[in-house]
């Protein structure tokens, strides 16, 4: 799987074959964005409302968004925020991970989330943070199973959607994980 990160100019456009990838990518998981509501109609997904949600995301310098491809075909989006807006918050965070369900099953998603840890873990970060909506127990587990526990529940930033919140200590390779 290649992983490459998407590097926009402020206020450039995605190229119109890239919103394409998107979009189909966005539009396959109906299920997760009926959950989300992020978009209007999860039956519905244009390209101008994809185009403009990642454009909202690229605006915070804080932001990268990762594309993973698997045989030239976009797999999976994965979207980190390496500082949160809460200063009493010292983690990074994955907003979004997500992956082609045609690709479920395969380890793209675990892939994906391994290659976001170790970019945080690269930069010196010892910890990242996601947050998966309180109606989406199919998240949760592939969450729990990848390691990371629930510190908390609150609402999100966004639309203030019920959400537990979870960490995952980023020990270094080859080092055991401190005792308490």
């Known amino acids: 799987m290649l992983i490459d990160v998407l590097r926009l100019p402020p206020g450039a456009d995605l190229p119109a074959p890239l919103l394409t990838e ?15 509501g992020d978009f209007p109609d999860p039956d519905d997904i244009r390209p101008e409302q994809v185009a403009a949600a990642l454009a909202e995301e690229l605006a915070n310098p804080d932001v990268e968004v990762l594309l993973a491809r698997a045989s030239e075909r976009l ?3 994965a979207i980190t925020l390496a500082r949160h807006p809460d200063p009493d918050d010292p983690d990074p965070w994955i907003g979004l991970l997500l992956v082609d369900p045609a690709g479920r099953r395969q380890g ?9 840890e ?7 970060r010892s910890a990242v943070r ?6 989406n127990p199919k998240g949760l587990a592939f969450w729990t199973a990848l390691d990371y526990e629930i510190i908390g529940h609150r609402g999100d930033r966004r639309l203030g959607r019920p959400c537990a919140v ?5 020990h270094s390779p080859g080092l055991s994980a401190p005792t308490e």
Do not use: M, W
Not at 108 to 116: E, F, N, Q, T
Not at 118 to 124: K, L, T
């Open 130 to 135: 996601l947050a998966v909506l309180d109606n």
């Open 22 to 36: 998107l979009t189909a990518l966005y539009a396959a998981d109906r299920d997760f964005q009926a959950l989300s």
């Open 166 to 170: 979870l960490r995952k200590p980023l």
């Open 118 to 124: 170790e970019r945080f873990r690269a930069a010196g």
């Open 108 to 116: 793209y998603g675990r892939r994906l989330a391994s290659h976001v």
């Open 75 to 77: 797999a999976g989006i």
